[in-house]
């Protein structure tokens, strides 16, 4: 069964069931799926991409009645992660300052219909997250405002280039005021773990729906051995780098005495 008969088999059921849904009965429900739910990063893994798609219905199971527009966001797993700046002295480049956040995510991608300013206030961006100027990186500490909007425009702006954090505010397209859909791509340098896509349906600058749906992205083979080894006996792994480092770098010695 392909993806698109899947869903199209959910939706026959939602609709068969309207008593079975959330929502108020004024507001539209959202029926999100996922091209993939699993994600496996092999050796030579050059990135894939993922289609986020679904429905927009009433709770009766009928085409909804107003327009809408639709944001998704697919956010990876948290992380903590330190923020250097470096300077130029005597002529080499050194760190200077530095901050700590608490909570960066790995990866955020979000796509949405319509501009994120046209659709909804900054105060309701900032509850949602609503976008990469919106993103709560929780500096760890007591740091200057302005100090910390600099080092998040430069954390923002790293990931930005690495695709690790996307923005694209016309990638959600809508047919017929009921189907939507997205594509977002990971790239190769992708973190391991749990990622949730949630799609929300916003109208007259609230945000009245909302759903999600989990991807799990995990390493496969040789590449997962190594990743399980460095987390559950991460001394012993230590030990067997600093041990291969010493060993590769006398080879390389004998090879190149010979030559």
């Known amino acids: 069964m392909t993806w698109r008969n899947a869903f199209y088999l959910a ?3 939602l609709i068969a069931c309207p008593s079975t849904v959330w929502s108020q009965e004024r507001d539209p429900i959202l029926v999100p799926e996922v091209s993939q739910h699993e994600v496996l990063v092999r050796q030579g893994f050059t990135g894939t991409e ?6 927009i219905l009433n709770p009766d199971g009928r085409r909804a009645r107003a327009d809408y527009d639709i944001v998704v966001i697919l956010r990876g797993p948290d992380q903590a992660i330190s923020v250097r700046e470096k300077q130029r002295f005597a002529g ?4 200077a300052d530095e901050t700590a956040f608490r909570s960066v995510p790995s990866f955020f991608a979000l796509a949405s219909s319509s501009p994120i300013d046209a659709i909804v206030d900054p105060r309701t961006a900032t509850i949602y997250e609503l976008g990469l100027q919106y993103l709560q990186l929780s500096p760890t500490g007591s740091i200057d405002p302005v100090e910390q909007a600099r080092f998040t425009r430069g954390l923002v702006d790293l990931r930005q280039r690495s695709d690790l954090f996307q923005q694209d505010e016309t990638g959600v397209t809508i047919s017929e005021g009921v189907l939507y859909q997205a594509r977002i791509g990971l790239p190769s340098n992708v973190q391991v773990g749990k990622y949730i896509a949630e799609t929300m349906a916003v109208r007259e600058g609230r945000v009245i729906a909302s759903a999600t749906a989990e991807v799990q992205v995990r390493k496969e083979g040789f590449d997962r051995v190594v ?7 991460s001394f012993a792994y230590g030990l067997l780098a600093v041990a291969l480092s010493v060993f590769m770098g006398w080879l390389a010695g004998r090879i190149f005495s010979l030559v």
Do not use: C, D, K
């Not at 080499?92 to 760190?95: D, R």
């Not at 990743?227 to 006996?233: H, I, L, Y």
């Open 227 to 233: 990743a399980e080894q460095a987390q559950e006996n």
């Open 92 to 95: 080499i480049w050194v760190n």
């Open 50 to 55: 993922l289609l986020l798609y679904g429905a």
């Open 11 to 13: 939706l026959a059921l």
